[in-house]
């Protein structure tokens, strides 16, 4: 059998472990989604800049094509990503427990 204080004294360092545990996750996945969307706004650039060159030119090349396809399936990847980092941050915060330090 356990005493109370030692029971009280272990469901506390459980819950700031897991407190801390989830609050550096959540540091984690809002630095890769600051990531991820610097690199999808440099993305829409490129697209743009090639879409202009494009419609100047009147010439499209194949080379300009591929790198535009590739450029836009990777754009889609890291809005897919970026997509399920907000739902993870979503359900964080879902299913956070109340306690009196966190009210």
């Not at 004294?9 to 990531?35: A, G, L, N, Q």
């Not at 879409?51 to 094509?65: C, F, I, K, Q, T």
């Amino acid at each position: 059998n356990i005493d109370r204080e030692s029971w009280f004294r272990m469901k506390h360092r459980s819950r700031v472990e897991r407190e801390e545990r989830e609050e550096s996750d959540k540091k984690k996945i809002k630095k890769e989604m600051d990531s991820a969307d610097l690199r999808i706004r440099e993305l829409t650039h490129l697209i743009k800049s090639l879409d202009a060159s494009g419609e100047d030119g009147g010439d499209s090349d194949d080379d300009e094509l591929e790198d535009r396809e590739g450029l836009e399936a990777e754009l889609n990847a890291l809005q897919d990503a970026n997509d399920a980092r907000e739902a993870k941050l979503l359900e964080y915060e879902k299913n956070k427990k109340w306690n009196v330090d966190n009210m």
